[in-house]
């Protein structure tokens, strides 16, 4: 009995045997074929390992793109079996003998398509993605009775994972009776994943601003800047005092990762403008408001003041003025002849003079763009920085007054500067 058992495990093993050369020799000779094939190429040892390294870091890089955004971590990127493929295959590729380095490549292709099930799991593994809130659900978060109205927003993520959105919001002034009057103010809400209900908390308001629109077409917000870096962010918001193109109330905070708030500045902007230039936000204001360059250095925030009497154009000619017991006068030739597209700047002579232009002591009037006669009034005030470029012929009166004079008219009053303007 015992015998008729071995006979018959004897016969399956051989049946198996049978079986597994079937398939084997079949691979064996396609194989071989290859490795013939690329034989009979023989290409160049040198061009082929350089082709290898130069395949072989291709692909590493391209795997290490892709591990870097889709794994949650460096160390599942470290440990990933095709990674360890790629280092393999890039050993190997350096021997001399050409035809082993074709051999590794071979066998490196199928170890890539044999280690791709292993990173499936790797590359599907899901994020922890916080995403906006919309405007409605941001609004029922702001505090003191509703009715806000969501009109910009940011989200800042620092790199130690905490989150926070910066939100301009605005509403009817409920203390007016006036149409078109509104409250306007900036808040800052810090995510709490530990609250799945409310996960999202108010944790710093601004002073209330307010601001009048005329029409619906108006914006409350100009604009809402951020800067981001690992430990600290810094915003800025531009308020809209009224009108289509009205002046502007400047708001810059810093936030930091620990969740400190803080209103760095609170500017009356007046007729000027904001932009983010690069890592800086830069702020240019009427008379005594110069520039400022806010930005983030070193972990804290820095504000960089130009006044205006330093705001001068390099390439623009000149022109020289001081501040004396009559008024302004030129202390430079008030009368000359320019092209179109040539640029004038103003340059106060002494520290009075510049004093009292920083001020907002000495005002610049011109009729260069409304046309003559020469009048004191808004419209021909040349509100920021201290230059005009011309962009037509003509003559163009320049009159510098400081407001504590009492001998010129205001409405004709005489120019400090005439410029003569050609083709």
């Known amino acids: 009995m015992t015998d008729e058992v071995n006979k018959i495990n004897v016969n399956l093993a051989s049946q198996k045997a049978i079986k597994c050369w079937r398939y084997f020799i079949p691979l064996l000779v396609i194989f071989l074929g290859i490795i013939i094939l690329m034989a009979v190429t023989n290409p160049k040892k040198s061009d082929y390992v350089s082709w290898v390294r130069e395949q072989s870091t291709v692909e590493t890089a391209k795997f290490h793109d892709k591990a870097s955004s889709e794994l949650s971590s460096p160390k599942e990127v470290e440990n990933s079996t095709l ?33 791709t099930e292993k990173n499936k799991a790797a590359f599907s593994k899901p994020k922890n993605v916080i995403e906006m809130p919309n ?16 009109k910009q927003k940011k989200m800042v993520d620092f790199a130690e994972g905490f989150k926070y959105i910066i939100v301009g919001a605005s509403r009817k002034n409920y203390d007016s009776s006036v149409e078109g009057n509104m409250t306007a103010q900036i808040f800052v809400l810090r995510y709490n994943e530990s609250s799945k209900n409310a996960p999202w908390v108010v944790i710093w308001l601004s002073p209330v601003v ?26 800025v918001a531009d308020f809209n005092l009224g009108g289509p193109k009205g002046p502007s109330q400047v708001m810059a905070i810093t936030i930091d990762s620990s969740g400190d708030v803080r209103l760095q500045k609170d500017i009356d902007l007046g007729m000027g403008s904001v932009e983010l230039k690069n890592n800086c936000i830069e702020i240019v204001g009427e008379e005594d408001v110069g520039k400022h360059e806010l930005r983030i250095e070193n972990g ?39 092209k179109v597209g040539s640029t004038v700047t103003f340059v106060p002579q002494d ?8 001020s907002g002591e000495i005002q610049i009037f011109s009729d260069a763009w409304n046309g003559p006669p020469l009048v004191v009034c808004e419209a ?13 012929t003509g003559i163009a009166n320049f009159g510098l007054y400081s407001y504590q004079e009492e001998n010129y008219n205001l409405e004709n009053p005489k120019p400090t500067f005439t410029i003569t303007v050609i083709p």
Do not use: H
């Open 135 to 150: 405007d409605t659900t941001l609004s029922n978060l702001l505090p003191d009775g509703g009715g806000w109205v969501v």
């Open 83 to 115: 990674t360890n493929n790629y280092v393999l295959f890039s050993i190997f590729a350096s021997e001399t003998d050409t035809f082993k380095s074709q051999v590794v490549g071979i066998l490196n292709n199928f170890l890539v398509l044999s280690s």
């Open 210 to 235: 307010e601001t009048f629109l005329m029409s619906e077409e108006e914006v409350v917000f100009k604009s809402l800047n951020t800067i981001e870096t690992p430990s600290i962010a810094l915003a």
């Open 300 to 338: 804290k925030f820095v504000d960089k003041q130009t006044p205006r009497s330093k705001m001068i154009n390099p390439e623009a000619v000149k022109l020289y003025f001081l501040l004396g017991s009559s008024g302004v006068v030129p202390a430079s030739n008030p009368n000359m002849i320019l």
């Open 351 to 358: 520290e009075v003079t510049s004093k009292a232009f920083d």
């Open 380 to 392: 021909n005030r040349i509100k920021t920085e201290n230059s005009y470029t011309f962009t037509q």
